[in-house]
């Protein structure tokens, strides 16, 4: 196993997923194939290829320090889902028994 | 203080608490950087702005945007680096920091992990004569994040609160972690290296470093050890506590102070300290523990994929090196040797504005000393009066080192002087200009003088006859009187030396 239902559980948690024990029953297995495929890359991967996060090879990919106008208000907050004094309203963050 | 029964058993002071335990301290510091546009995107970074009126795609994270690194950001970053005696890493990539809050529209911020941009250098602070080197562990890039208000609860606390309101103004603003080695032991030279940290980067004009603004903000790491015995090894390390977001000198030295008598009372009980983030409030001087709701650690740091990395030159670092102006360290040991300022006298001038002015006032021909004088007194306090900062006043260094010129020649008194000041400052044009407009040069030796002595002489005979017949110091009121016939244009010492003479003194 390269990874457990614990371990899955524990993700979905960290990313605000409510997941069903079926669902983690149906999922773990997919993701340990998933990830064991994945894996078969670093197999053939040698000591002399670097590990990369692009595909493209540039560095350095700069903007200079110049503003841009931003968003009008009222476009800046038309997907939000509450607004209060030009602001994003948001649910309460701690919980009560906290 | 008299404590209560009940804790005057259990509450070490703090003198006490130090004398058995070791602090072991460490600072996390962040700095917003003073660039005009954010980190990532050309929004404004200017400060009190309607809320989310400075905001885009892509500081709001909205799908299909993509951020964009500011140079500026890149090369304040690096000269910090450098300023603290750190190494630029030749490459290195940002990373996402995952969490789930709302100050970030993306569910994750844009920072750096493994791999930060300058690591292992140094900054020295000066507590009471003595050096303490804290070494500085990383200085890394990330995106500040929004702010929230939080409504319904007491005085805008989170706890309590029915829900809060986020303004993204600040999100995705260039902002800067500095990071220390667990090398402080005191809450002076905590306090003393956040402020050395602050003139630094105040001297690299890369931030306005305002900590009441939230421009500077300083977290605390403390735990403490049982001292040993001379030669004996030191204890392991005690388990640390966090205490988040001081925004004042002040408050950084109360909070570790706080921390250190609180983790002492705890010990000594046979408690454990737990690892915890904790709040410092300003007005009972304690800290309470903070949220401990997200398991904390977990933030599945990654390469971000939307960047590319970092590969800084030689060449690049060293021009950026070559733009690096003389630092508060390198300026103290400087005014000290050529003009024989005291660090407190540099303190005291910092403190008030002045510093650079006097610096400028003597470099246009004025003596050290009346310069330091004028400003640090006279010239701060019209400032204050008007409430503008020194420089922000309608007097200049070339005007001011004038002025002290003509009361070295005797041409002005003190008194004369603050005439001249207050010309300048109504805009009657230079120091001479409004001498002469003002018809305010010293009288010393021509016939008016003379005659007006005699006049007073003759006025107040009594006095007179007094100082004849030895009083010297009799002579003050006729003195008084001259300087009053004379409108305050002559100098008090040569009306006095003149008035002597005549009594034959």
């Known amino acids: 196993m390269a990874i457990t239902r614990d371990e899955i559980a524990h993700l979905a948690r960290l990313s605000r997923l409510a997941l069903s024990d079926e669902e983690l029953d149906t999922l773990a297995p997919q993701l340990d194939v998933i990830i064991g495929a994945v894996a078969r890359v670093a197999e053939v991967a040698a000591g002399d290829i670097p590990p990369t996060t692009h ?19 009222t476009d800046a907050l038309a997907g939000a889902p509450a607004v209060e004094d030009g602001r994003f309203r948001v649910p309460r963050i701690l919980d009560m028994d906290e | 203080m008299t404590p209560s029964a009940t804790t005057a ?20 510091t962040h700095v917003e950087l003073g660039t005009a546009s954010k980190m990532f995107c050309g929004c404004s970074t200017v ?16 799908p299909g945007s993509l951020p964009v690194v500011n140079e ?12 603290l005696n750190c190494s630029v890493s030749p490459w290195c990539r940002f990373a996402r920091k995952n969490y789930f809050y709302p100050d970030m529209p993306k569910n994750f911020q844009i920072s750096q992990y493994d791999e930060p941009l300058c690591e292992n250098g140094w900054l020295d602070v000066e507590v009471d004569g003595k050096i ?38 600040r999100a995705g603003i260039p902002l800067i972690e500095i990071v220390t080695e667990p090398d402080v032991r005191s809450p002076e ?63 950084v030295e109360r909070a570790v102070r706080h921390e250190i008598v609180r983790q002492a009372t705890r010990l000594d009980a046979g408690l454990r300290v737990v690892q915890e983030t904790r709040h410092f409030d300003e007005a009972s001087g304690t800290t309470s ?29 060293d021009a950026v090196r070559a733009t690096i102006p003389e630092l508060p360290a390198q300026r103290r040991a400087r005014l000290a040797g050529d003009y024989g300022f005291t660090p407190t006298d540099i303190v005291n001038m910092r403190n008030a504005g002045v510093l650079d002015l006097v610096e400028e006032t003597i470099a246009a021909g004025a003596a050290v000393e009346a310069a330091r004088k004028w400003w640090l007194n006279e010239l701060a ?23 002290t010129e003509m009361i070295a020649d005797g041409d002005l008194t003190d008194a004369l002087a603050r005439t001249v000041i207050d010309g300048v400052l109504a805009g009657e044009g230079t120091p001479d200009e409004v001498v002469a407009g003002r018809g305010l040069k010293l009288v010393s030796d021509d016939g008016a003088l003379t005659e007006a002595v005699d006049a007073v002489i003759a006025a107040q005979p009594a006095i007179a006859d007094k100082v004849r017949g030895g009083k010297v110091n009799a002579v003050g009121p006729l003195v008084g009187a001259v300087m009053k016939a004379m409108k305050g244009q002559a100098d008090p010492g040569t009306v006095r030396k003149l008035l002597l003479e005549r009594l034959g003194q």
């Open chain 1, 55 to 73: 595909a493209v090879p540039l560095t350095n990919v700069f903007r200079a320090d110049i503003t841009r106008p931003s968003l009008p208000r």
């Open chain 2, 9 to 28: 058993a259990t509450t070490p002071t703090f003198d006490d608490a130090v004398a058995r335990y070791e602090p072991v301290i460490g600072l996390e």
């Open chain 2, 47 to 62: 400060f009190g702005a309607d809320p989310n009126t400075q905001v885009c795609p892509t500081c709001l994270g909205l």
């Open chain 2, 72 to 83: 500026a950001a890149v090369r304040f970053a690096v000269m910090i680096g450098l300023a």
């Open chain 2, 132 to 169: 303490h080197r804290v070494g500085i562990t990383r200085v890394h890039m990330e995106e500040d994040t929004g702010k929230s208000l939080h409504v319904g609860g007491a005085t805008g606390r989170i706890h309590g609160a029915t829900h809060s309101l986020v303004d993204y103004n």
């Open chain 2, 189 to 251: 030279v905590a306090r003393a290296y956040v402020d050395e940290l602050r003139e630094l980067c105040r001297a690299l004009t890369v931030s306005d470093v305002r900590m009441e603004q939230g421009s500077l903000r300083c977290d605390a790491n403390v735990s403490l050890r049982p001292r040993t015995a001379p030669g004996e090894p030191a204890a392991p390390y005690g388990t640390r506590s966090e205490t988040k977001n001081l925004n004042s000198l002040r408050s």
């Open chain 2, 289 to 317: 523990t903070g949220r401990s709701k997200e398991e904390a650690t977990d933030y599945r740091y990654f390469p971000e994929p939307d960047l590319t990395p970092l590969a800084l030159t030689h060449e690049y670092v």
């Open chain 2, 381 to 403: 306090r019209r400032a204050a009066d008007a409430g503008v900062t020194p420089t922000g006043l309608a007097i200049g260094p070339f005007d001011v080192a004038r002025i």
